[in-house]
C-alpha cells in the first residue's frame, strides 16, 4: 500500500493533486486543515482493516454485575418498606369512627421536590466548531468532486452528442450552471451543428443591453470596481466620446480617488486637454455637496478608488454613491483579463451600491470571455460598453450581443478541456440550483 500527503490551498487543488499523482482509484484516508490551506492523506491499493476483536475485561463486568446485584435488592426493599407503612396505617385508624365526610384514605407518601441542579455554563471552544466545520466543508467537496466526476463519466456513455456539447461551452469558459440552462433548451435537437448554432443563439438573447446608451441618457455615471479593471481609462474614453459629439459645456468630471497616486493628476490632464472641469471629493467630504453645483450638468462622470473589499473607506466610499441625494448610476467595471474568483469577488463587494450594470474592458488581451459573461448573466446585469485597447475614444464600443458571443468562440481554448475540468464543472452544479428555462 502506497500512502502519500498532499498539500494544496483549497480542497479541490488537493484532489486533482492526488489524481494526478496516485490515479483514480486513489482512496483518500484523512483530512485536515493547516495554514494556508488543507492536508489530504491518499492511499493506493488501501484496503479497510477489520475491527479487532473486543478483548472482555473481567475486573469491570464483576464491578457490573454486583452493582445491579445492589440495585434490584434496594428496589425490593422500598418496596417492603411501603407494604409494611401501609399496614401501619391501617391498625392506628382501625378504632376510629367514620363519617360520610370523613371517608378513610391511606395517606400517599409525597416524595419532596429535589432541589434542581444547578446549570453549569460550559465553555465550549470556538474552535472545536470551527474544526467539524471545516471537515463537514471538506467531505462536501469530496463528495462533490466524486459525483461530478461520475455524472460526467455516465453522460459520455450514455449521450456522447451532449458532452460534446458541453465540452465546446467548456472551451468558452461558461459556467456550469450556464451552460446547463443552455442545453437544457436543445435537448430535443439531434443535428449537432444545429444544436451548436441554437446553443450560441440563446446565449446572446440571455446578454442583456441597455435601450439607451448612458451618456445619451445622461445623468450621474460613476465607475466602481476594485484597482486595475481600468475605469479611469474608461471613465476617459467615455467622456472624450461626448465631448466629440456634443462638446464640453454639459460635461464634469469627478474624482473619488484620493488613495492611488497619481491619480488626480492623470484626471487633472484629461480635463485640460478636453476642457472640461474636475473636481476632487477628499474623503469624509459630502458627495451630494461636491455634485451640487454640476447638477446643471447634462453628464457627470465619477472616478472612484478602487479599493479592497476589507478596506472601511470602501464601505463609505458606496454608502455616499448610495445616498438618496445623488441618484448615480453605477457600472461595474471588469476585465476580461481577471479569474472567475476575482469578477465574483468584485460583484459582491460593489452590489451594495446599487448596479446599473456593467462595462466589459482589455478585450484585446483577454483569452476567455465565457466567466464574465457568465457573471453578467447570472446577476442580470446589462453590458453597457466594450473596450479593447487603449485608443482614446476610438477603443469603447457599444455591445451587439451577436458579436459579443462570436467574439468569445473566437479567443475559446484551442485544447479540449481535461477530463477534471469537466467533472469539476459538474461538481458545481451539485451546489446550484437549475432555473427554469424556456
Same mark, same amino acid.
Given at each position: ?178 451552460? *446547463?440552462?443552455? +442545453?437544457?433548451? &436543445? ?7 444545429? !444544436?451548436? $448554432? /441554437?446553443? =450560441?443563439?440563446? #446565449? ?93 450638468? *447634462?453628464?457627470? +462622470?465619477?472616478? &472612484? ?7 472601511? !473607506?470602501? $464601505? /463609505?466610499? =458606496?454608502?455616499? #454613491? ?117
Amino acid at each position: 500500500m502506497q500512502v502519500k500527503r498532499f498539500f494544496a490551498a483549497d480542497m479541490r487543488q488537493a484532489m486533482k493533486l492526488v489524481r494526478d499523482e496516485l490515479g483514480a482509484d486513489a482512496a483518500i484516508i484523512g483530512n485536515r486543515r493547516i495554514a494556508g490551506g488543507v492536508e489530504l492523506t491518499a492511499a493506493l491499493d488501501y484496503t479497510p482493516q477489520a475491527l479487532a476483536p473486543r478483548v472482555p475485561n473481567m475486573e469491570l463486568e464483576d464491578e457490573l454485575r454486583k452493582t445491579a446485584s445492589r440495585i434490584v435488592s434496594a428496589q425490593a426493599e422500598l418496596g417492603m418498606r411501603g407494604d409494611s407503612d401501609a399496614t401501619t396505617n391501617r391498625q392506628l385508624f382501625a378504632g376510629l369512627p367514620l363519617t360520610a365526610a370523613e371517608p378513610l384514605v391511606e395517606p400517599t407518601f409525597v416524595e419532596p421536590p429535589r432541589p434542581a441542579a444547578p446549570v453549569q455554563a460550559q465553555a465550549i471552544d470556538q474552535r472545536v466548531f470551527d474544526s467539524m466545520r471545516f471537515e463537514l466543508n471538506g467531505l462536501r467537496e469530496l463528495l462533490e468532486v466524486q459525483l461530478g466526476s461520475l455524472a460526467w463519466t455516465q453522460l459520455q456513455g450514455s449521450k456522447p452528442q451532449q458532452a460534446n456539447l458541453w465540452r465546446r461551452l467548456q472551451r468558452i469558459g461558461l459556467s456550469g450552471p450556464l451552460s *446547463r440552462d443552455l +442545453l437544457a433548451l &436543445t435537448t430535443e435537437i439531434e443535428e449537432p451543428r444545429q !444544436a451548436w $448554432r /441554437m446553443l =450560441l443563439a440563446h #446565449l446572446a438573447r440571455m446578454i442583456v443591453t441597455p435601450e439607451i446608451e448612458p451618456l445619451e441618457e445622461g445623468g450621474v455615471i460613476a465607475m466602481v470596481g476594485p484597482a486595475g479593471m481600468g475605469k479611469t481609462t474608461t471613465l476617459a474614453k467615455l467622456a472624450a466620446r461626448y465631448v466629440l459629439k456634443y462638446g464640453a459645456q454639459n460635461i464634469a468630471l469627478v474624482s473619488m480617488d484620493s488613495y492611488r497616486i497619481g491619480a488626480q493628476e492623470q484626471l487633472k490632464t484629461l480635463g485640460r486637454i478636453l476642457n472640461v472641469s474636475v473636481t476632487h471629493v477628499d474623503p469624509g467630504q459630502s458627495l451630494a455637496n461636491a455634485l451640487d453645483p454640476l447638477l446643471r450638468k *447634462r453628464v457627470v +462622470l465619477i472616478d &472612484t478608488a478602487g479599493l479592497q473589499a476589507s478596506d472601511p !473607506a470602501l $464601505r /463609505m466610499q =458606496l454608502e455616499s #454613491l448610495a445616498g438618496r441625494g445623488i441618484k448615480s448610476k453605477n457600472y461595474l467595471v471588469l476585465a476580461t483579463t481577471s479569474q472567475k474568483q476575482v469578477l465574483t469577488a468584485a460583484y459582491h463587494s460593489y452590489k451594495r451600491c446599487g448596479l446599473a450594470g456593467c462595462i466589459l474592458t482589455k478585450l484585446d488581451e483577454t483569452a476567455s470571455l465565457g466567466e464574465v459573461l457568465s457573471l453578467a448573466i447570472s446577476h442580470e446585469l446589462p453590458v453597457a460598453y466594450l473596450t479593447d485597447g487603449p485608443r482614446i475614444p476610438d477603443d469603447l464600443h457599444l455591445p451587439r450581443r451577436h458579436q459579443l458571443v462570436s467574439r468569445a468562440v473566437s479567443v475559446q481554448m484551442q485544447e479540449e478541456p481535461s477530463e477534471e475540468a469537466m467533472a469539476d464543472m459538474f461538481a458545481d452544479l451539485y451546489h446550484t440550483p437549475a432555473k427554469r428555462v424556456g
